[in-house]
């Protein structure tokens, strides 16, 4: 199925990226390196979210280029839909009539578009994103590495959540080798919350096994950038 996205990515020159709206770290990580290995490739690309970067994730490199918006506008020749099980989770506008290629990792990931690599074997989508960079002979840049270090850190909850195996620390170690900083990609990830964030992540986490209310539920989005399924 790698083969087949590339083929497809290759006959193409202008592609729209896009995740689930209140996209988490592996949704903006996988998004952001994903469009540079395209632009890498020579081909046109963008990033529009739903919803705007949390602020965590907004030190990535090539955050700033995201657009946000309900809508994709312009002329593309695909979409590429990341860590996203339907079009209707994008809460976009305009890509009813895309070419759409879909990349994700989710037991619960369905086959809705016109191709879909979907492997639930695969820690995060960042590895996949990874994979396609190496397929398609794209030097894994310093840049790129941190966006997918990130995106595998936070989807895996720090190396910590069931599925974290020797191939997931194989991942990192290349990212590393590449450029990722750990300490740098963690601490704007988990240390650089305001007091009143982390009590109110503690407060999520407690209430982690409990039904919350919706309101709460937003408020706990808002801070974290999440959209658990």
Request: charged share 25%; proline share 4%; hydrophobic share 40%.
């Amino acid at each position: 199925m790698l083969r087949e996205v590339l083929e497809h990515i290759q006959r193409r020159d202008r592609f729209v990226l896009t995740s689930h709206a209140r996209p988490d770290g592996d949704a903006i990580g996988s998004a952001l390196a994903c469009c540079e290995v395209l632009r890498q490739l020579g081909k046109a690309a963008d990033v529009v979210l739903h919803d705007p970067v949390p602020r965590i994730y907004q030190p990535l490199p090539f955050a700033d280029r995201v657009v946000q918006s309900d809508r994709v506008n312009g002329h593309y020749e695909a979409a590429i839909i990341l860590e996203c099980d339907s079009i209707q989770r994008t809460r976009l506008e305009g890509l009813e009539n895309q070419f759409l290629i879909s990349i994700d990792h989710h037991l619960s990931g369905r086959p809705f578009a016109h191709v879909n690599w979907i492997d639930p074997k695969a820690a995060a989508t960042a590895e996949l994103v990874y994979r396609l960079a190496r397929e398609a002979g794209v030097a894994v840049s310093p840049e790129i590495a941190t966006c997918l270090y990130t995106a595998l850190m936070t989807d895996t909850g720090s190396f910590m959540f069931r599925g974290t195996n020797d191939q997931t620390f194989a991942l990192a170690r290349e990212l590393v080798l590449a450029g990722a900083d750990p300490a740098h990609c963690a601490q704007n990830i988990y240390f650089a919350h305001s007091t009143a964030k982390m009590r109110l992540l503690g407060a999520a986490l407690s209430n982690h096994h409990r039904p919350i209310s919706q309101e709460s539920r937003a408020r706990r989005d808002r801070v974290l950038g999440g959209n658990a399924r």
